[in-house]
């Protein structure tokens, strides 16, 4: 019998030799999507042999470049005569059915971006032999510290007063030898912390958003360990982000922004660490990413220039600050890497994001990346160019301003079927179960459904007439207003407004119009486009057909669409834990040219023509 272990899940299951790989891991419950019924021609079994071999052709899919880098296909790859351990990517994007606290949809990345080995944290845990004090000789514990970093890493040391605490006695305990993580700073190093004995580092992933935050943790593997998510603690004082600045308007306000901020943060960090039986403390690496007004007020800075003309932030690229400088639940000098913005409302999301993108690959190709969340941020580029630009889409995505509206999570409708000639309802809950509200994705599929049944006009008011005919218990009327009854069961009733369908269309024109604005800046259209990315909470569970139903992406050849879910967060965790995508983010940041579309002549033009369902130019759809 062969042992086969799965990672980061940790199962280990014993089989005969032949045994393909995905019955070994349905055995131990190993969830791993296989579309294409095992033929290998969806990619999205992909896993990684990191130790031993098995039985893989390789096939088109893949090539031998990557294949000899450990990269097989789940379905078709079969055991061999040697124990192997395999990395699964796709179940690391599962928790409780839930896609909101997922860390992003690797299955959908070229395998070349996928990070791999162990974790390039900021920090470096280094043995250090510090020699024992002796009489006479006029050093002190940290001089003689000093000088033995000097000789082992050829640098000068800094040494936070955290860590001088902790000096003198771990250095008798140990007689000198210990264990320092530091990390490189201003042609130095400075120390973490110091510790009587080697221990695994950890490192901690946020994605800040105006409506939601995502916080991912991982060990020196570089395989992120478990992930959650909740609604910003902000939301309270502001739906969005001209809401949230203008609330900022005294220095009290401003802090209990930030406040905010840091206890949503916080509060994930507690409950990952609690259960991974993990004390914060060790946690020595963050990357944060978030739009430029969400680090404005994480850092307890005015953000108020930033509405402003001419729309001036503090800070682009911010300095190295320490997670105590910012008040993050983590070693106190564990250093905090911030995804650098590029404009007023195009942040370190974005270029984070842009790291599962073909821009990251220095391709010709030209494409269109389109992060929708509260705030839209949108890149269209190549190797050659990429433009930047920003749109206020509302937190109608996101389940925010919606009658029943929720997050992309378990008791979620994601998706809504009408007979057209019935008129009959049928819907389909994340994670099964009874429906608690509506995602952004259910709502953008009822639309398409009610549209395509004639239920539901061009301007996005109910067809009250026809739902009279097919199925008048689904509508409640009020005078002027009506409100549509999608589920009533266990006492919980989800409905919708036309004041919700108006805020989704609203949402898709400022999306769909700073794209055509974007296209039209480089003399392009649609059609040019090789690649088209959507980012967003809801990704996963967006139906092409109903996005373009309601005009919110173009119609473009399905091949040429890719889903990735969490963008903002799968990029923070390719920095936290490789310096080459450190390098490589930093680089898109500095090559994007930033549009504003308020001073882009016609853009208004463009997001009244996309106020209907789906264009006034249908030729687009």
């Known amino acids: 019998m062969i042992n086969i272990t799965f990672l980061p899940a940790d199962k280990t299951v014993s089989v005969p030799e032949g045994t393909p790989l995905l019955v070994a891991a349905k055995a131990v419950g190993i969830h791993v999507e296989t579309p294409c019924g095992g033929k290998g021609v969806c990619g999205k079994c992909l896993v990684r042999v990191t130790v031993g071999a098995v039985d893989f052709d390789g096939g088109w899919l ?71 004090p002796k009489s006479g000789d006029g050093l002190s514990d940290l001089d003689r510290l000093q000088g033995a970093v000097k000789a082992a890493l050829g640098g000068q040391l800094f040494v936070p007063l955290y860590v001088l605490r902790a000096l003198p006695e771990t250095l008798r305990q140990q007689n000198g030898k210990i264990y320092l993580v530091t990390y490189k700073q201003d042609g130095g190093f400075t120390a973490v912390t110091i510790l009587a004995e080697k221990k695994p580092l950890l490192g901690v992933a946020v994605d800040l958003g105006t409506t939601t935050v995502a916080v991912s943790i991982c060990g020196e593997e570089g395989v992120p360990l478990a992930v959650k998510t909740a609604y910003n603690g902000q939301i309270a004082h502001g739906l969005d982000i001209i809401s949230r600045i203008n609330y900022a308007s005294s220095p009290a306000r401003l802090e209990e922004l930030r406040e905010k901020a ?135 995505f996101e389940g925010g301003g919606i009658s029943s509206g929720m997050r992309a999570s378990a008791g979620a409708i994601e998706r809504v079927n009408i007979n057209k000639e019935t008129g009959e309802i049928s819907f389909s809950v994340i994670g099964g179960g009874e429906p608690a509200g509506i995602c952004g994705s259910g709502m953008i599929s009822l639309m398409a459904e009610l549209f395509r049944a004639g239920l539901l006009d061009a301007g996005g008011k109910f067809v009250r007439e026809n739902f009279a005919r097919k199925n ?118 500095r090559a994007v040219t930033y549009l504003d579309l308020s001073d882009e002549v016609g853009y208004m033009d463009e997001y009244m023509a996309a106020m209907f369902l789906p264009h006034t130019d249908s030729r687009l759809f």
Request: glycine residues 10%.
């Open 62 to 132: 893949i090539g031998e470049k990557l294949t000899a880098q450990g990269f097989v296909l789940l379905c078709t790859a079969k055991v061999k005569n040697e124990d192997v351990i395999v990395l699964t990517f796709a179940d690391i994007n599962r928790e409780a059915g839930k896609f909101a606290d997922s860390l992003g949809d690797y299955s959908r990345l070229e395998p070349s971006l996928i990070p791999s080995g162990a974790a390039e944290f900021l920090v470096k845990q280094t043995r250090i032999m510090v020699p024992t």
């Open 262 to 396: 840091l206890g949503t943060i916080n509060g994930l960090i507690r409950q990952l660490a609690q259960e991974q039986a993990m004390n914060p403390e060790e946690i020595t690496s963050l990357a944060v990413s978030g739009n430029t007004t969400m680090i404005h007020l994480l850092l307890g800075v005015f953000p108020e220039y930033i509405r402003l003309e001419p729309y001036t932030p503090a800070v682009y690229h911010v300095p190295r600050y320490t997670a105590a400088e910012i008040g993050l639940c983590a070693a106190p000098n564990a250093p905090v890497d911030m995804a650098p913005g590029v404009g007023s409302y195009l942040g370190g999301d974005i270029t984070s994001g842009a790291l599962c993108t073909s821009l990251a690959q220095d391709s010709e190709e030209l494409c269109l990346f389109i992060d929708i969340g509260t705030n839209g941020e949108i890149l269209l580029g190549n190797a050659d160019f990429i433009l930047g630009c920003a749109c206020s889409a509302g937190p109608a």
């Open 472 to 589: 008048p218990r689904r509508i409640v009327e009020n005078g002027r207003n009506a409100v549509f009854v999608l589920a009533e069961s266990g006492g919980k009733t989800v409905t919708v407004t036309e004041g919700d369908i108006n805020n989704i269309i609203r949402a898709k024109a400022a999306i769909f119009s700073a794209c055509r604005v974007m296209l039209k800046n480089v003399e392009m259209d649609f059609s040019d486009l090789a690649r088209v990315y959507v980012a967003g909470g809801f990704g996963r569970y967006l139906n092409m057909d109903d996005a373009t139903q309601i005009g919110l992406l173009p119609r473009v050849p399905r091949e040429r669409l890719v889903f990735l879910g969490n963008s903002s967060l799968m990029g923070t965790h390719m920095a936290l834990i490789s310096e080459k995508h450190r390098k490589k983010r930093d680089g898109l940041a």
